[in-house]
């Protein structure tokens, strides 16, 4: 029998049941608390809070945060640029939608005209999430948002609500407060963007697994997202919504505590990850093996097929062809030109160091204009050749703040957001200062960031490069993505048994590694030191965690094999085809390599093959 109770969640984790109307409880369902069976609606469920990695409960983040204004010029320029469009629907009003609040205590800083531009950009950007998973399977779904009709389609409406002190102080009083105001209807989610900072997110969510229209999931449900670091985003955002739209029921096969375990996919955290799926834009989308809350096209008998498909919610536009757009995408190489002068964005004099300016001048494809979109709860831009992100300068917010290149940890000024144009460019807006990237003058004259005007120095476009992934006989450094330093044989050694270790790039033919695959245009591969003419091999045939990584006499030998997969262009896990284990990058400079188990969320288990 199925539980049809309302409950709410954050970014991991049951907390509470809320005071939405539910309907009754079947006899003999099960309690999502202890798995029981219970035969009358539980009052509660509650488990500890959980938060996405490196969120400040407290902080508030987002543009101006340290209390700098925008000028009454820059704040209407902004309003008026600031038309990210979405998909148009009727008359963007009538039927089941999302409609998104901008919430805050009238002792609360007003910011909606400063954070209108990133709203627009995250709803937008959590749309195209949906959007495609959905094209994976050749048909296309959309938020069905409340839209207001802008030049040239329709953007996001968002409602400025002002509640009473100390409403915000819950998610429940913050429920109660907006209802007060109207916000009740029953064709409606309200997605809560708030000035508080007490929550991440959170998300009601009906226990009901029933494949069919009828669904209590298809009724009103609350989302809220509060403006701290590393929660205040489009990541966010589509995950409460996800909850909404009924993911992740108790009876999907990888369930956990309303969310998944295959892996950090959009609503999969928490619990043992499986790590079934390692491609850095499956973190960004839902469902990433298409096998526990969306799949628009399950196959006969499966799951998804047989039970609640979130992919289903009448809260979403459902179109059978894809109609994915060029946005910028997770795990995709670009050079990122300027819509004003033409010119690539690249380190200025190519630096492969940290703390280096970014200017733009003249497009060559070069390594060093060549950028790996990679993701932490947020859009990040990886340089190809230094392997480092794109950082708000010094985490400032104030307008000019330039950008650097720094080594990628995860902070909200690495994170952006793209604004969609009408030309078919894009503004870059940083999570942090909320401001856009902006073109000052020729190279090298840095990127500043600005308030967005929608002017052609802040739009860009993504050039796709193509990468051709690993090739038979060339040569690669084999860098670890966490430390930037290249897998090399110690001391430069001739001899098999050789341990191989790691150091800073010097060039030097002992950190230059040839890929010679098994056959032609299939993994597993060998890859064979230039120096030495040995291949990578583990000390002795084991699986067990923590092996040292050597060099040995090439032979027909599975410790000499490794499958190579991708997790974004150019960027890696080796497994070795005997022992099952990835390539593992050590603490220390000259440290042996050895192999471990994978963990998706460990940077020392990916890597770089770059070019020589």
Known sequence: MLLKRLVLYAAAGVLVANGLDAPPVAAESLDPCSGTAVSSEPLSCSAPSDLFPGARLGLRTGPQANGARLTADQADAAADAATAKVLCDGD???????????????????????????????????????????????????????????????????????????????????????????????????????????????????????????????????????????????????????????????????????????????MCYGGTPSWDCVEWNDYRVPDCNRDDYFNVSPEADSYLATHWNSADSDFLIKGTAADVVGHPTVGFTYAITSVSTGGAIEPIDGSTTGLVRLSQRARTNGASQKWIMGYKTGLQFINANSRMCVDSAYSGTTSGTQVLQYACNGQDGMRWAYLPQADGSYAIINWLSGLALTVTGAYPAPLEQQPYTGATNQRWKFNRITDLGPQDGAKYYLTGINNRENAEVLNGALTSGALVTHKAHSGATRQQWTLRKAASDTFPARLVNVNSGLCLDLKTPSDAAGTQIVQSTCASTNTQMWTVRRAADGTYVLVNVHSQRVLNMTTGTSSALDQQVLAGNNANHFWALKPI
């Not at 226990?207 to 489009?234: K, L, M, Q, S």
Request: glycine share 8%.
């Open 92 to 266: 963007g009003e009538s039927g089941k939608r999302v409609e998104v609040l901008y919430v805050r205590e009238s002792s609360m800083p007003d910011r909606y005209t400063q954070l209108m531009p990133m709203f627009q950009a995250w709803l937008a950007n959590a749309d195209d999430a949906y959007n495609d998973a959905a094209a994976e399977g050749g048909q296309s779904r959309h938020i069905r948002y409340v839209t207001e009709a802008v030049s040239g389609g329709c953007q996001v409406a968002v409602r400025q609500v002002t509640v009473p002190a100390d409403s915000l102080a819950t998610f429940d009083s913050g429920i109660t407060a907006v209802k007060a105001l109207g916000y009740d209807k029953a064709d409606r989610k309200y997605l809560m963007l708030t000035e508080a900072t007490v929550e991440c997110g959170r998300g009601g969510r009906y226990n009901d697994d029933r494949p069919d229209a009828a669904n209590y999931n298809n009724r009103t449900t609350y989302a809220r997202v509060d403006a701290i670091p590393n929660c205040f985003g489009a990541n966010a955002i589509a995950h409460e919504l996800g909850h909404t739209f009924g993911a992740v029921q108790p009876s999907a096969p990888h369930s956990y505590s309303g969310h998944c375990t295959d892996q950090f996919d959009l």
